[in-house]
DNA sequence: CATGAATGAGACTTCATTCAT
DNA sequence: TATGAATGAAGTCTCATTCAT
């Protein structure tokens, strides 16, 4: 009993030292997104991680170091999952499109770390290299994976051809608006902007631009009329409420 | 004889001093926008605008004065012009729309001013009144005067009916993406965003999503304020196969 | 008289901005030669000379700019005059070699300067770049003054020829010695040091070393006997006590 | 059982603890030298003599206290012997003083720890206990020792009678001045001064002016110690030439 | 009106020192 | 004994702000 505080306790602390970079990671995501690079001070990450002034330059270089790792970190769990879910999924592809969208939203767009994107936005002009690294490993990345999705609509017939890029850019857009605003505009406006809905709507508004049209064939204009076959789309929420949607109705 | 030693003309220094506030922010914009807040030093808008540090202070309170000031004066113009070119429209309204962006682009988007969007996002957890003050003098208004072009297609029967506000952000994300955009990762992404044909394809995206079809008939479905947690949709084409989708599922 | 206040007080401050870099120069050798670099604080510095922490950095990029200003600025002066004092000398190089440290301790060793060749020599490892141009623009024209000293007493016959280099190092040693010994252990030692005392003790050690002896040719050994010309000298102090040097006798 | 499971054998440990503070004063002097106190951070001398940082404390109670002591114990050894030295001696005072010269640059001057006298110099006025004790410990002793040389010299009538101290001194100066410059100047010199060669020729020129002349017995000055402020020498030749010198003038 | 020298609060960063393990 | 994570005082440097001229 007297004989295992030899090494145990050190387990504990070397569990400590592990944890810390998480810890202060942590804090100071949460402390750049709300207050900005200059404006955080890194006494306050200290203090809200816990830990006094010093100890953040036991695991971080220096202020700069420490926002690379915060902006490196908050990156690559969601696009990975985001990955294997398009691949395993079977479903058409305009459920695939809003569930990643759903799913985005859950796993980063709600997250913490959302603000982010406002944060390298706003300081990409003095990380220039943090900003190219961020271009290329997460908006390409990002950008490519909607692309996929794009291409397999339009492999199962279910979407029309158009530009790939911009069309890609047209379902970013919505998503980054969304960040954005939850961590600028929105605390602070008269209207609540409910995420899952504007995705919805969002979704709703292109998908009908981009289905193809197999009678016309055309590759702009009119809708695509959905006459190969009807369908019929019944929402249930956890209260209760009902929305059925299909050709020709709404019914709440 | 004791006046004429220290000075110049009486006149020409009114007149110097009447156009320095508007020096100062023309300077202050760019260093802003291109540096952030804090990062922008006074001394360097100060000699930007060709004059000394003090003197600055001769116009502005504080660097928070000028700041705001500098957003203050950066809005109203488009948005006039903007709402009188509605009232004299007399085309289409998908015309009215894509002209309007494409003006709205040619003066606010590519001005050098545009970045001071990107700039209040990032500053508005610092400056709340400014935010709010923005939120209502600016973006308000200009999710209005979207409004009203959407309330136009409507009334001449050119749009079908869909959620004023959703539909409206649905506008604002990709003018806002593309500020966004030229003011952070655009100068080191690989592909060049064109900003007109980005616009175009987008009006042309949603407008068939949004064109009434005389043929079908389809509508596009108008979600309920999504509050409730949870949620099912249950799909049913017309040959029997099924597609559940939910928070956590997704069955085919 | 209300009317000069225009141009007057602007001139004062103009001569105080030039008067500036001087004062805190002065300042830090001080402080520098006292505790070392490290150990002075930039604060105190700026104390020292009157003004607030925050001006030094006006006239000065950084500590280390400081330093080598400091470096810098106490070079020249004796260096150009020592040479020109050798030019103008009509005497023996006996007297020109005693009259010559004579001066230098008064213009250099005895200054509060003197102790920046302490400082230099303790921090040469930590800026190798200024310890470089110190020892080129310093250490080797100091060495060719005293080498021309040689030569002119050579070429007058009245020294026989030895190495250069190794006979002037002989001369700075002692010269060295002394500033190191005033900067450091000589506060604190039991025994004072007469400064003039002690190089008059080493001219005279090392000269007699040095005369050519006409009658042996010798190059090292041997007193040099002087048989040529008997000689006498009659030093009077300023407190009327004589010394009488001269070949067989002391007095005092 | 509660006995084994942390540690090792007690006998090595012993044995460890007692070389660690060698070991520890080792590094540090190494370090202490190549780049003064104030930048030699606890930490390298730690990892230099391959223990932690914690550790150094369980032997010195400071950094001001490992300094004394890397201080205190680089003194001793060649002292010890050189006094031997002389005792046992038999040839004449110039072989002995040209051979412990020698040794001298050998044992110490040669030795990485030499660089302890630059070290101290520069230090001094920070640690004036520390420059009193070295003062008395090692100066003095010094002293002491060259001055029984130039007594052993005068007793068996080699040398003339000169004042002490400042013979002295005049020994001590270039070996100083010879550890100085390897420490500071030398690696970034154009010249190589090389050390005995230096030496030896110190010793010829200041003998040479130290070895009695039987032939002619002639005597150097023993200047008056020197308090009077203004003092003026005229040397009067065989031919009646004059040289009068002064604190301010020249006259030949 | 305009200047720009001066200020000093405040941020980043270092490192001697402590102490739980 | 030994470790090394943690601390926090202290120093360098920046820059918004003031004010004498």
């Not at 220096?62 to 790792?69: D, I, M, P, T, V």
């Not at 890029?165 to 960040?179: G, R």
């Not at 019944?234 to 109705?249: A, C, I, S």
Request: proline share 4%.
């Amino acid at each position: 009993m007297n004989d295992q505080g030899c090494g145990s306790s050190a387990k504990r602390r070397a569990r400590r030292k592990q944890a810390r970079p998480q810890e202060l990671v942590s804090a100071a995501v949460d402390l750049f997104v709300a207050r900005g690079y200059s404006a955080t001070r890194l006494e306050d990450v200290a203090s809200a991680a816990g830990v006094s002034k010093g100890t953040v330059y036991l695991y971080f270089a220096s202020k700069e170091e420490l926002f690379k790792a915060v902006v490196q970190q908050s990156l690559l769990p969601a696009l990975a999952e985001g990955e294997a879910f398009i691949d395993a999924f079977e479903g058409t592809t305009e459920a695939l499109l809003r569930q990643i969208l759903m799913r985005w939203w859950e796993l980063v767009g709600d997250s913490p770390s959302s603000g982010l994107i406002k944060l390298l936005i706003a300081e990409s002009g003095n990380f220039p290299d943090l900003a190219r690294y961020y271009n290329v490993e997460v908006i390409e990345r990002c950008d490519r994976l909607i692309a996929r999705i794009l291409a397999r609509g339009v492999a199962q017939g279910e979407f029309r051809e158009a530009d790939v890029d911009l069309t890609t850019l047209a379902l970013t857009a919505p998503m980054l608006f969304q960040m954005m605003w939850k961590h600028s505009f929105g605390p602070c406006a008269n209207k609540v902007l409910e995420p899952k809905a504007f995705l919805t709507h969002v979704v709703a508004l292109l998908l009908h631009g981009l289905l193809r049209n197999p009678a016309t064939g055309t590759v702009l204009p009119v809708l695509p009329p959905f006459t190969a076959q009807r369908w019929e789309t019944v929402t249930v929420f956890g209260d209760g409420q009902k929305v059925v949607e299909g050709m020709d109705k709404v019914t709440a």
